[in-house]
């Protein structure tokens, strides 16, 4: 345990990114290895943590709030000074765009500053007493236990520290898997995090998820699962562990946002955030656009707009300046692509740009879809890739009737210039989903924010306040309150 030694047998790490060679070959670039891991490392990670968590009698989980931030701060400071070494693996490993991979960076150390600001105004708690019908009552947020933490591939760093960050600094002890893809940026962080914690208090896992996860969660000594994910692996996952019911999940699942133009809209406007929504990071956020629901009056004008601006995004390597879209993770996510748009095709609906094909085996020209209609995968489907579906309607009651049936419920974006519309659309969709944005794309951030979904698209809230209550207990020490002994 205790992240390292990893001792056993190493497998590569591949860059979605081919290079190409001067006879026009493609070259797969091998970026390193990992150690291949297993559930005999797992259950040795599962032990450290077991262990520093001590059933709460450990360093970590009784050391004082403050104590706990100055741990927290050490680790930031060390993580800054790596900044661009972790920029750059994140970069290498995703293909995500220079620039965008140093917001996640900037952006996750900004959430883990505002978390330990905020722990500071929540442990207020912890010195108020409450007296109430001669009972006095301290109050005290408490941990959980040992914390299994697993982020996602599109946000590898960001999104697994979304968790692990407020789940840790409240005095849980964890385990963490990192993504299959984005997993060698965490290497330069494991010294940081064996020199700013108590030993045990964080481990890492290697080796396949769906063997190891599993593993960790029949043993029974997990006590909060964190996956930001697929529905799908969370609902297998949470069934493997012994008490499924006493499991605390905080999870962020599968999302089919949809954008509503109205007629009124402003086109160019919805056309700008549209574009931003659906493609940025090639629509590999849990976030993103996955539907344009277009008025009628409108829909021809809007993808012929679209399509133009769509044209201007430079398609190429991360590291290119002004470059939009960048190579998938792996060729099975592109034949996805390839699936979602012939399946389409096969069932009426047209490619109406110049996109939808690869370019080599990971990199897939944005594919504007139109209309895409009930019956086909890109309807319901979450591509969580390069692919625009759009259909169009006429009532206002088809559109919100496709974000009311839909099993997800995370966000939508409305298009409009009328207030009344807009005024008579968010309160019906307010309760429907759990962010509305009002003539903007949708998206996660500013990360304070709270963060969740309804249906399948998530259990318990992130956010810096949200998650640091999801990773914690309000237990409370109680007296009777007593006369004073009169001498
Ligand atoms: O994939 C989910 C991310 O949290 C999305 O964040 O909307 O800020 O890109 P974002």
């Not at 040992?146 to 789940?167: H, K, Q, R, S």
């Not at 700013?196 to 043993?219: C, D, Q, R, T, W």
Request: proline share 6%; hydrophobic share 40%.
């Amino acid at each position: 345990g205790e992240l390292l030694p990893w001792r056993g047998e190493r497998q590569k790490v591949i860059s979605p990114i081919q290079l190409r060679r001067d006879d026009g070959t493609l070259e797969a670039l091998e970026l390193g290895s990992i150690p291949r891991g297993g559930v005999e490392e797992a259950d040795a990670a599962l032990a450290a943590a077991v262990k520093a968590y001590d059933s709460g009698r450990g360093a970590w989980p009784t050391m004082k709030v403050a104590d706990r931030i100055a741990c927290m701060q050490d680790f930031t400071r060390q993580m800054v000074a790596k900044r661009s070494e972790i920029v750059r693996l994140i970069m290498w490993e995703i293909a995500k765009s220079l620039p965008d991979a140093e917001k996640e960076f900037d952006r996750t150390v900004d959430y883990m500053r505002a978390t330990m600001e905020a722990l500071r105004t929540l442990d207020n708690d912890n010195s108020r007493f409450q007296i109430v019908d001669g009972t006095i009552g301290q109050i005290r947020r408490t941990p959980l236990g040992v914390v299994l933490c697993m982020g996602p591939y599109n946000y590898p760093l960001n999104e697994t520290f979304a968790t692990l960050i407020p789940a840790l600094i409240m005095g849980n002890t964890m385990v963490f898997k990192p993504p299959r893809f984005g997993v060698l940026l965490f290497e330069p962080l494991l010294e940081a995090f064996r020199s700013a914690f108590p030993a045990g208090v964080i481990n890492m896992v290697y080796g396949k998820g769906s063997e190891v996860v599993p593993h960790l969660l029949e043993s029974g000594h997990v006590n909060a699962l964190t996956l930001i994910g697929s529905s799908k692996v969370a609902d297998h996952l949470k069934k493997m562990h012994p008490k499924t019911n006493r499991l605390r999940a905080i999870l962020g699942l599968d999302a089919k946002n949809a954008a509503i133009v109205l007629a009124d809209a402003d086109l160019e406007l919805a056309v700008k955030e549209c574009l931003l929504g659906a493609l940025s990071f090639n629509g590999q956020r849990c976030t993103a656009l996955k539907m344009l629901i277009v008025h009628s009056s409108i829909v021809d004008r809007f993808l012929e707009r679209f399509s133009e601006e769509l044209a201007k995004l430079k398609i190429g390597m991360p590291w290119e300046k002004g470059v939009a879209i960048t190579p998938l993770p792996d060729r099975a996510k592109t034949d996805y692509m390839i699936e979602c748009v012939e399946d389409a095709k096969a069932k009426g609906a047209r490619v109406v740009n110049a996109g939808g094909g690869e370019d080599y085996a990971t990199l897939f020209r944005p594919a504007v879809v139109y209309p895409v209609r009930e019956g086909m995968k890109l309807y319901r489907e979450e591509q969580f890739g390069p692919i625009v579906p759009v259909m169009p309607f006429d009532d206002i009651e088809t559109a919100l009737d496709y974000v009311i049936t839909s099993d997800h419920g995370q966000q939508v974006s409305i298009f409009s210039s009328s207030a009344d519309d807009i005024a008579t659309l968010v309160d019906p969709l307010v309760n429907q989903v759990c962010r509305v944005n009002i003539n903007c794309q949708c998206q996660r951030g500013p990360d304070v924010f709270p963060f969740t979904g309804r249906k399948d698209s998530a259990e318990g809230t992130l956010s810096v306040t949200d998650a640091l209550r999801s990773f914690s207990i309000r237990s409370m020490i109680a007296a009777k309150q007593t006369e004073p002994s009169k001498k």
